[in-house]
DNA sequence: CTGTTAGCGCTTTCAA
DNA sequence: TTGAAAGCGCTAACAG
């Protein structure tokens, strides 16, 4: 009924518990024939080794643990599927727990990993709820994501969210265009904030009058937004959005109101979701390798866990993935396979550390 | 340095571990002034019970195992989403592994999970992997998802392909369309397979001639068959996507040659991705509430860890959507606000118990 | 090379 | 109401 445990194996092999372990780890000397005995033990009886015990004897769980502020979206799904590769090349276990958006929760999403596994990933753009968390973790190996309140001396990893936004806006302005809007993401987001300053940065050092505009990260917003511009009758002759479902929402108010892009409006999104290379015409952006940056940081965590001396911040910078948004509308581009008949050309370097 | 552990708090209360246990379980007996040396103590040295070690006490680790395929695409994410919401209510975690393809690497992943997980969630559109995984669980409780090969007195949810592709050719042909092409899904893929039993079907109750497009669940499938189909001028009126992706690259396609969607071609996908409902026109199809799968798979999961007999399969039954790709392009439609301007209607009833 | 045994940190009878 | 002690299943010294 019950499964079996080391001491049936080794009871039925006529051996000490200590061989099965043995045997099982390859770890110690063991005899040919002591080895063929105790296997055909664990084979007759179905054994599995139980982990939990594993863990608690050797105080190692080869589980980490991922804490993110939410679950919603592509970008989740592509961070974990890189840290789950990773992981899984490692044998290592993956405990995710999301929906973090108050520090309350965060911090106890932390304790409670205790005893669970060997280190942590953890991410949160809010500055208060990351500093919560990430206090709470008792010696606990943790390498932060995204939060641009982490110590500059500890693990973590964050994207250039402010040189990002210049280079779209240098984009533009080499593109001719000299009214360019931002719509900017929630406030109390680090990473909107970063994506903000960076467009004012450039703008004020282009000698342009900065116009922003607020936004949630939501389609809708950045459609409300676009409706606006389009109804005041505002020259705007481009847009840099804090993200790409904004600069979606904008495209699709543009159009609704007949204005064209790139020719009237020349808009930049952020991320390079999936998304942005679909529509037409395709979506200039910020592409992040997020995938990329979830397997990172699992071995940069597995090298803490190794107790390598592993801190400092790497700093990933996007990509600007030149699209149909903003591209020159007299230049005539090939056709990708399969894809929409839009260029995807590239500029500014890859990540790195720094 | 290390943390500390029940017997620290017990000598700093000047009382036996048995009573600190007491006191943080709730359960038994304890004087206030007990409790209260408890407490300080717990506080003082910043302590948190060590879950592993509970665990292995109990036989309870309040952790559920969620066993995936894959982890590319919002259909994954927002199912983890749904069930990590409804475990977190009730106190549990999740411990996620994906990227089974193959039944070793999937019946290793399970035995992975002994002595982790009180259960199993485990999804594989693939039945030879789902049968490999669901056979060496030993004993732990398992809820089986979109797997048709699912003993039909075990726990599992399945989803209705075959009635939706049903309901998706009738509602073509409700349109007045006859020649109605299907773009099939993998071979290997149940869901892909029982979509297209059900489109046979319903065309051959319907007396009208199936033309079958081979396709693979991707968008560059789709284009690839929307362009042979414009190609070869046939004379096709409605196209049936195995998926909302190849549905996409089929309307791509169309555009691309010329022809409008939906006057000259209708089309419908299958799975309601968020996709569907922001290209223009809007994508009709077959609605799938996937975090709600998720959410109910977790529930039954922690009802049958409770050792309630529950069995027997769940089947959800998808709900037509209908957008702008198949909509009576005549009829003047309110617009919704901050989305598209193309109404968003349902049919066909919700999930349901069979 | 193998077996005995003492933990890992916690829960839980069983006596007191 | 409390404490002592026996496990939970496994690993790792330590003896032999």
């Known amino acids: 009924m019950k499964p079996a445990n080391i001491r049936d194996v080794a009871q039925r092999a006529e051996v000490s518990v200590a061989s099965v372990s043995r045997v099982l780890n390859g770890a110690g000397p063991v005899t040919d024939v002591t080895r063929k005995k105790v296997m055909e033990a664990v084979e007759a009886l179905q054994y599995v080794p139980h982990s939990g015990a594993r863990s608690l004897s050797t105080s190692r769980s080869q589980t980490v643990g991922v804490i993110l502020p939410d679950l919603y979206g592509e970008f989740f799904s592509e961070l974990i599927r890189g840290i789950d590769l990773a992981a899984r090349e490692r044998g ?35 500055a208060a709820v990351g500093q919560a968390a990430a206090g709470v973790t008792g010696g606990l190996p943790v390498v932060r994501l995204n939060d641009g309140a982490a110590e500059a001396d500890r693990p973590a990893i964050v994207v250039d969210n402010h040189g990002g936004a210049v280079a779209a806006v240098k984009h533009l302005i080499a593109l001719g265009r000299s009214r360019i809007a931002h719509i900017a993401g929630p406030n109390d987001n680090m990473e909107a904030e970063a994506r903000l300053s960076g467009y004012l940065e450039a703008m004020a050092e282009a000698g342009l009058d900065a116009r922003v505009i607020e936004g949630d990260f939501d389609m809708a917003s950045g459609r409300r937004a676009g409706l606006e511009m389009a109804r005041s009758g505002d020259s705007v002759d481009a847009v840099f959005a804090g993200n790409d479902m904004m600069a979606l929402g904008v495209m699709l108010a543009l159009q609704d109101a007949g204005r064209l892009c790139p020719e009237d409006v020349a808009v930049v999104g952020f991320d390079d979701v999936p998304l942005a290379s679909l529509v037409r015409p395709g979506l200039t952006t910020l592409r992040i390798d ?59 370097g890859d990540k790195q550390d720094v």
């Open 92 to 126: 290592y276990h993956l405990i995710v727990s999301s929906s973090h958006d108050d520090a309350g929760e965060a911090a106890a999403a932390v304790r409670s990993m205790r005893g669970r596994v060997d280190g942590l990933i953890l991410m949160s753009p809010h």
């Open 290 to 348: 997020i995938a990329e940056i979830g397997r990172s940081a699992l071995v940069r965590l597995l090298a803490a866990i190794d107790g390598q001396q592993d801190t400092g911040r790497q700093i990933v910078r996007p990509e600007l993935v030149i699209r149909g948004s903003t591209s020159d509308p007299d230049a005539q581009r090939p056709t990708t396979d399969g894809r929409p008949s839009f260029a995807t050309t590239t500029a500014q």
